[in-house]
């Protein structure tokens, strides 16, 4: 199954309705136009125009209809068809993925297939949709927004930091305190976002991408005078995957901020 090749036969059909339902709209003009001048000789023809362009409309769209109810969108998410075909959309867009069915990251966004709705969902937001390309082309869009978007490393770094300071006071109460101990950056996420609807507007995938930015900034030194080391360990229950300015994935763990 191909959406595709569904969508370029249900397009065909779609504009024969379209051109259809014009003509119909144009005649409904014209008999409003004869009645308004008085003209009822003419309204015979323009009876019949209507009935054509009427019985038309309604044989297209018995045959759209057809071919949507062959079209079973289940099966073709189920069967791998969509996974394949979305998979193929984002290596002609150069378009980072990783995961298998059916759940893929295409950082920093997660993306699940659920066969049994017919639906996508990109991070938190369900997307009725059955054509891979489209959704591809609208993650597409956002990550490109997203890397053309201001972002101010020196900010975030401090950010990072008072959460990074709340951690090892926490972690102090239960041992001795170590001012550049490392510490999870997943746990950082935590403080960062104390309530449930900063999560909501700062995802889990909006902090790796700006860790992601913070990674490929080289000799970062706040005003306090601590460097930042991040530590990477592939396959870390607790790593972050990013993308670094290569292009290559790294698995951040840790991080410290050290003098």
Known sequence: MDYELF?????????????????QTRAVKKIQKCLEDGDINALPK??????????EREDALGSLEALVMAFDGQEYMSNGDFAAQMLECCRQLDLDVQGNF???E???????????????????????????????????????????????TQVFAKELAAAYDLALIKVSRKKTYVPDAPVYVLDLY???TPMRRYKRDYTRHNFAYDLAR???AEGLQLDDGRKIRFDTVRDAKKAIRILDHNGLEQFITTIKFYR
């Open 106 to 152: 295409m950082f920093p966004c997660r993306v699940s297939v659920n066969p049994a709705t017919q639906e996508v969902t990109v991070d938190r937001k369900r997307l009725p949709c059955l054509r891979p390309s489209k959704i591809v082309s609208d993650i597409k869009l956002v990550l490109d927004k997203l890397s053309k978007a201001a972002f101010n």
């Open 214 to 216: 913070l990674y490929a």
């Open 46 to 55: 323009l009876f019949a125009a209507l009935r054509d362009a009427s019985k």
């Open 7 to 23: 969508y370029a036969d249900a397009l065909i059909i779609a504009k024969d309705i379209k051109e259809k339902t014009d003509a």
């Open 190 to 192: 935590e403080y960062l």
């Open 102 to 104: 059916p759940v893929y």
